[in-house]
């Protein structure tokens, strides 16, 4: 399996940072809707760990299983872990995707944020059986979606620019579609500063489209609602039996 975060892992944790203060931030009350449903929380594509103090702030005490296959994340997780004063105890991370996972019979929520582009149709149909099948009574998914939910082309443009120290972080992206439901994003990080030379690192990656519409369709196909939460554009959904 390509490790699609192997040389853009040093920039992620950074760049990503202010989504989970804006439309990340209704994590908690998502997950506060699985009520008093049974089993640990599965973190999907848990990254470089942001969700984890949130679900450990909404469900305080559960036990969290952090599915990450990639290597250079997983160290950006175990960090963030580690760091924390209470989740250490109760973080177990799977080094694996989902689909490849040893999971409990019985789960009282999926976290699946920032991830469902990783997953080709056959595989997100497998993904949401997998969601039926293991979702507590009363647990929750939650979900979210970003444009463009078509394949279409967009221009480079700057997604990200952070100042470390005397250093200068800026993300560029562009996309291009490549076939369909289908996007091909290009991801240029560049890193300058007085006392290191401009460097650059170029990462593409493939991204499955997926529209609000099509989300509802699968999950129902799976015995599942899929309903949005928070602001439209937030683009958060939960989804429940």
Same mark, same amino acid.
């Given at each position: 399996?390509?490790?699609?975060?192997?040389? +853009?892992?040093?920039?992620?944790?950074?760049?990503?940072?202010? $989504?989970?203060?804006?439309?990340? !931030?209704?994590?908690?009350?998502?997950?506060?809707?699985?009520?008093? !449903? *049974?089993?640990?929380?599965?973190? =999907?594509?848990?990254?470089?760990?942001?969700?984890?103090?949130?679900?450990?702030?909404?469900?305080?005490?559960?036990?969290?299983?952090?599915?990450?296959?990639?290597?250079?994340?997983?160290?950006?997780?175990?960090?963030?872990?580690?760091?924390?004063?209470?989740?250490? #105890? *109760? =973080?177990?991370?799977?080094?694996?995707?989902?689909?490849?996972?040893?999971?409990?019979?019985?789960? *009282?929520?999926?976290?699946?944020?920032?991830?469902?582009?990783?997953?080709?149709?056959? #595989?997100? !149909?497998?993904?949401?059986?997998?969601?039926?099948?293991?979702?507590?009574?009363?647990?929750?998914?939650?979900?979210?979606?970003?444009?463009?939910?078509?394949?279409?082309?967009?221009?480079?443009?700057?997604?990200?620019?952070?100042?470390?120290? *005397?250093?200068?972080?800026?993300? $560029?992206?562009?996309?291009?579609?490549?076939?369909?439901?289908?996007?091909?994003?290009?991801?240029?990080?560049?890193?300058?500063?007085?006392?290191?030379?401009?460097?650059?690192? =170029?990462? +593409?990656?493939?991204? $499955?489209?997926?529209?609000?519409?099509?989300?509802? #369709?699968?999950? !129902?196909?799976?015995?599942?609602?899929?309903?949005?939460?928070?602001?439209?554009?937030?683009?958060?959904?939960?989804?429940?039996?």
């Amino acid at each position: 399996m390509s490790d699609y975060y192997e040389k +853009s892992a040093e920039f992620i944790d950074m760049m990503i940072a202010p $989504w989970w203060d804006g439309p990340g !931030a209704l994590l908690p009350e998502a997950l506060k809707r699985a009520g008093e !449903a *049974r089993g640990p929380v599965v973190d =999907v594509g848990a990254g470089s760990g942001h969700a984890v103090p949130l679900i450990d702030d909404a469900i305080p005490g559960e036990e969290i299983l952090a599915v990450e296959p990639s290597l250079a994340m997983r160290s950006a997780l175990f960090a963030r872990i580690l760091g924390e004063a209470g989740p250490r #105890e *109760r =973080v177990t991370v799977l080094p694996c995707g989902l689909l490849d996972a040893e999971l409990p019979d019985t789960v *009282r929520a999926f976290v699946l944020m920032n991830v469902l582009g990783h997953f080709p149709p056959e #595989e997100r !149909a497998r993904l949401w059986t997998l969601v039926s099948e293991r979702l507590s009574l009363g647990g929750v998914a939650v979900a979210n979606l970003a444009p463009p939910f078509t394949p279409e082309t967009l221009p480079r443009s700057r997604m990200a620019d952070i100042t470390v120290g *005397r250093n200068r972080y800026e993300g $560029w992206a562009r996309a291009e579609p490549a076939g369909e439901d289908r996007l091909t994003w290009t991801m240029t990080y560049t890193v300058s500063g007085p006392f290191t030379q401009t460097r650059e690192t =170029v990462v +593409s990656y493939d991204w $499955w489209t997926l529209t609000p519409e099509r989300l509802s #369709e699968e999950t !129902a196909e799976h015995g599942l609602t899929a309903l949005p939460i928070g602001p439209a554009d937030h683009g958060i959904f939960v989804v429940q039996h």
